[in-house]
T-cell receptor, first 115, second 110 residues
Framework: DTAVSQTPKYLVTQMGNDKSIKCEQN?????MYWYKQDSKKFLKIMFS???????INETVPNRFSPKSPDKAHLNLHINSLELGDSAVYFC??????????????FGPGTRLTVL | AQRVTQPEKLLSVFKGAPVELKCNYS??????LFWYVQYSRQRLQLLLR??SRESIKGFTADLNKGETSFHLKKPFAQEEDSAMYYC????????????FGTGTRLTVIP
């Protein structure tokens, strides 16, 4: 089944903890992304990454860091979790080196709840 | 800076009625515009893009550069169209980042 997958689907954790969300795509795409969807359903880009370049949205705290062990994976690490980090996080991927017309394919999302 | 505005958070229409979801954008260059849809319990997926000039599931969207709009339209709404719709913009400024509007939840009343 070709797709973008994320694990876990739900993540509940305490403030101050460090957690990771994994993302894998088997579409052979070159570029991957992380988005955050807040409680008001607003989707905001956090990172885009291909094997050449990591582009970070300047509003993202440095507690968030993407890590890519290979082209098919882009994991999201979050240190010292805060209440405001509670959201749904979406991974996405697109073919090519990040051309602006590339269609992005989204994972199912990970709902993170920080208590 | 780029911005996408969807003025309606919620929109309800009766089955068979025409539907229009509004989207306005702000961008200094020539953007690529998209509509994404998220059905209940499903992942976000591309509905259509302006560069393709296609009709998907009966939906069309025309890019109006003069009004900086990319409204999504369908002449006869169906119950299965009920979903969350996001207008998105991608610009020629390096990374293929999508900038999303806040979304419109469409409910089609039987």
């Amino acid at each position: 089944d070709t797709a973008v997958s994320q694990t876990p689907k739900y993540l509940v954790t305490q403030m101050g903890n460090d957690k990771s969300i994994k993302c894998e795509q088997n579409l052979g795409h070159d570029t991957m992304y992380w988005y955050k969807q807040d409680s008001k359903k607003f989707l905001k880009i956090m990172f885009s990454y291909n094997n050449k370049e990591l582009i970070i949205n300047e509003t993202v705290p440095n507690r968030f860091s993407p890590k890519s062990p290979d082209k098919a994976h882009l994991n999201l690490h979050i240190n010292s979790l805060e209440l405001g980090d509670s959201a749904v996080y979406f991974c996405a991927s697109s073919q090519g080196g990040g051309g602006f017309t590339d269609t992005q394919y989204f994972g199912p999302g990970t709902r993170l709840t920080v208590l | 800076a780029q911005r996408v505005t969807q003025p309606e958070k919620l929109l309800s229409v009766f089955k068979g009625a025409p539907v229009e979801l509004k989207c306005n954008y702000s961008y200094s260059g020539s953007p690529e515009l998209f509509w994404y849809v998220q059905y209940s319990r499903q992942r976000l997926q591309l509905l259509l893009r302006h560069i393709s000039r296609e009709s998907i599931k009966g939906f069309t969207a025309d890019l109006n550069k003069g009004e900086t709009s990319f409204h999504l339209k369908k002449p006869f709404a169906q119950e299965e169209d009920s979903a969350m719709y996001y207008c998105a913009l991608s610009g020629r400024n390096g990374a293929n980042n999508l900038f999303f509007g806040t979304g419109t939840r469409l409910t089609v009343i039987p």
